[in-house]
């Protein structure tokens, strides 16, 4: 019993030690303190680190240079005041965190301010890939600058902010700053909200993970009462002394906040990656039948009012015809579900080895008649139905329409179109849909469709000839009446 108490006390001890080693001294504790106190005052030196870093990765965003815009990060000195107010809030120091606080948005001023005056004066029209891809930040954005403030919170108290170069990389404060300016300048505010959300993003993020590791290094850890100067019953613990003696609820909750928008922006890419994909698979199985060897450069696409418009660059051996761009519409919606109007711009190839050469230009001598194409002509209602159908129907082998009605049903002003298909039995739900939102885009009205399958076609002697084959008696029948004509014929 001795020892199994002397063993528990031994385990406890190897516990104290290592919470002990996680913890700062006193020493290393005012240490930090003093060295972020000094990092984070917003002085000359502070305000022209900001102005360069600014003019450096405002010139990388707009002439889309990676390099440079990596430079302009690692001068940026906007992480010092953002690691003070992660100190200053877990600490208790009001003074520190009206420092800090002063030095991040008088910092972000003059970074949004700066970026916009030299986009007005450099001569540069479009807006570049570096630039679009800090306006729809994700999830992910706040993943890394949660780890990334880690790392940086954490060589801090245990390696002298050894690795905070590679942190200020991780997080990019200053280009999505840069990025708010450059779009204001061009009047393209929903971008510049993008950049900004960001912005708050990484900066919310790093607040967040710095007061964990801080706590977990030994600073103090103040209710919120110290900064708001409300002093809260202990005897009675209502909602409201709880949220005011929760020192982090704030951040937390600012925290929470910013991910629902981020959350909508990554399920919006999810959305547009799978699209994209859909697309390029449905282009690629038309290719395949139309010009084997060609090769789609790029798509881009725009979906509005239930209708997808679709541009895409191809490089191809043979010419292609508005026919065959219709061939490619059609299996286009009914994979997408929704109308299509697709526009190609071909590029003509030429494949040459040293023993053969394909001219793709040879097939535009002598020039082909013109043929007009008309995707649906605008006519009666029996005509769209009827083009439409007998368009969607070429996609399935072995099906035709066989007939159609409908009716216009006044109260709910929508067709109701009842198609009667030979051998239907293979369509499923997407053709309903397709012919449905096709439809409607043609008719301007709501349309109901309901699938008629019309069943193979048997012809009736085959049928008997299959049953008497079957049935052995109703063949002995049939042979006895034969014998009985017979004979009876032989007899006249």
Do not use: W
């Amino acid at each position: 019993m001795e020892e199994r108490i002397n063993d528990a006390d031994e385990f406890g001890h190897v516990n104290e030690v290592k919470k002990l080693k996680r913890i700062l001294s006193v020493n290393d504790r005012n240490r930090i303190i003093k060295s972020i106190r000094k990092e984070a005052r917003p002085d000359t030196y502070y305000y022209v680190m900001v102005v360069l870093s600014c003019s450096v990765a405002t010139y990388g965003l707009l002439s889309n240079s990676t390099a440079v815009i990596i430079g302009a990060m690692l001068i940026a000195p906007l992480m010092n005041p953002i690691l003070g107010s992660a100190l200053a809030l877990i600490n208790g120091n009001n003074k520190l965190l009206r420092v800090t606080i002063k030095a991040e948005f008088i910092g972000a001023s003059i970074a949004i301010i700066l970026s916009a005056l030299l986009t007005l004066l450099l001569p540069v029209s479009d807006l570049t890939p570096e630039i679009l891809s800090r306006t729809e930040p994700t999830l992910i954005d706040l993943i890394i600058a949660l780890a990334s403030g880690a790392a940086g919170t954490y060589a801090i108290c245990y390696r002298s902010g050894a690795t905070l170069p590679g942190v200020a990389i991780a997080t990019a404060l200053m280009p999505p700053l840069c990025v708010v300016g450059i779009t204001i300048a061009k009047q393209e505010f929903q971008y510049a909200a993008g950049a900004l959300l960001l912005f708050l993003a990484n900066m919310v993020a790093i607040i967040v993970i710095g007061i964990i590791i801080f706590k977990i290094a030994g600073f103090t850890n103040p209710t919120l009462s110290n900064y708001l100067n409300i002093s809260v019953n202990e005897e009675r613990k209502t909602l409201f002394s709880r949220l005011v003696t929760n020192n982090i609820i704030y951040p937390f909750t600012l925290l929470l906040l910013i991910c629902i928008p981020l959350i909508i922006f990554m399920a919006n890419s999810i959305e547009a990656d799978r699209t994209e994909k859909t697309i390029r698979n449905a282009l690629e199985e038309g290719l395949t039948v139309l010009s084997p060897e060609s090769k789609i450069v790029s798509v881009e696409f725009n979906k509005e009012e239930n209708e997808y418009t679709i541009n895409t660059e191809l490089n191809t051996e043979r010419v292609i015809y508005p026919e065959d761009i219709r061939k490619l519409e059609n299996s286009l919606e009914y994979k997408l579900a929704s109308p299509v109007k697709l526009q190609a711009d071909v590029t003509l190839v030429q494949k040459v080895s040293n023993e053969t050469s394909t001219n793709a230009f040879q097939s535009l001598f002598p020039k082909p008649e013109e043929k007009i194409v008309e995707v649906i002509e605008t006519g009666t209602p029996e005509e769209v139905i009827e083009q439409v159908v007998s368009e969607k129907l070429l996609l399935f082998e072995g099906t035709e329409l066989e007939d159609f009605m409908f009716q216009y049903q006044r109260g709910t002003g929508a067709y109701l179109v009842e198609l009667t298909i030979d051998g239907g039995s293979i369509l499923d739900d997407q053709f309903k849909k397709t012919i449905e939102s096709v439809l409607e885009s043609q008719l301007k009205r709501k349309v109901m469709v309901v699938l008629r399958d019309n069943g193979p076609v048997i012809d009736e002697e085959q049928e008997v000839e299959d049953s008497v084959k079957e049935d052995p008696e109703v063949k002995e029948e049939e042979t006895e009446e034969s014998v009985s004509e017979d004979q009876t014929n032989d007899a006249s």
